[in-house]
T-cell receptor
Framework: AQSVTQLDSQVPVFEEAPVELRCNYS??????LFWYVQYPNQGLQLLLK??????LVKGINGFEAEFNKSQTSFHLRKPSVHISDTAEYFC?????????????FGAGTRLFVKA | SAVISQKPSRDICQRGTSLTIQCQVD?????MFWYRQQPGQSLTLIAT?????????ESGFVIDKFPISRPNLTFSTLTVSNMSPEDSSIYLC???????????FGQGTRLTVV
């Protein structure tokens, strides 16, 4: 079964600084990876996804992620964060099951942007 | 994409009682999923619900505690039975399309057991 590991439980960063949230996945022949964001007291929102093709994936709100097969990583980056980016970020992977896929989530990384 | 509505959005329940959460989707979907998000935690998959068959439960979750119904391709229910304070969580409904690996989520049901 597929799994993902988020290496940092919390990441504090100052406003306008760059940030990287780390995610490693279990090795597989084919893998579909996602980053979701959950703002305080809100539902989940898809930031970006990697299904195939270009290893650099651009998402919403200025976020991007790079799929690295040799390092089995899918780290999320943003060159300059805002206070409004404070949220919980979840890396996720699709696991093939009969009829489709189920989504398995990492433990989450809390991004805290300070003024 | 899919629009998912969950009811209730929140509830406070007495221990020992049961609560049924409803999930309605605006289009027919093959697969529906139920997740639990305990306070400050990630999402844990409870079970996969397919229409016309019994739900498939993940390790650590059993049908007696979390019975699920899936009467048609747009609706599912999750019941949290014989509740205890440890069941206080957000419960989320999710759907997936066979050809699209992305999962779509409802806003969740915030359950507090007292």
């Amino acid at each position: 079964a597929q799994s993902v590991t988020q290496l940092d439980s919390q990441v504090p960063v100052f406003e306008e600084a760059p940030v990287e949230l780390r995610c490693n996945y279990s090795s597989s022949v084919s893998v579909y990876l996602f980053w979701y964001v959950q703002y305080p007291n809100q539902g989940l929102q898809l930031l970006l996804k990697y299904l195939s093709g270009s290893t650099l994936v651009k998402g919403i709100n200025g976020f991007e992620a790079e799929f690295n097969k040799s390092q089995t990583s899918f780290h999320l980056r943003k060159p300059s964060v805002h206070i409004s980016d404070t949220a919980e970020y979840f890396c996720a992977v699709s696991d093939r099951i009969t009829g489709g896929f189920k989504t398995i989530f990492g433990a989450g990384t809390r991004l805290f942007v300070k003024a | 994409s899919a629009v998912i509505s969950q009811k209730p959005s929140r509830d406070i329940c007495q221990r020992g009682t049961s609560l049924t959460i409803q999930c309605q989707v605006d289009s027919q979907v093959t697969m529906m999923f139920w997740y639990r998000q305990q306070p400050g935690q990630s999402l844990t998959l409870i079970a996969t619900a397919n229409q016309g068959s019994e739900a498939t439960y993940e390790s650590g979750f059993v049908i007696d505690k979390f019975p699920i119904s899936r009467p048609n391709l747009t609706f599912s229910t999750l019941t949290v039975s014989n509740m205890s304070p440890e069941d206080s969580s957000i419960y989320l409904c999710s759907v997936g399309m066979e050809m699209n690996t992305e999962a779509f989520f409802g806003q969740g049901t915030r359950l507090t057991v007292v």
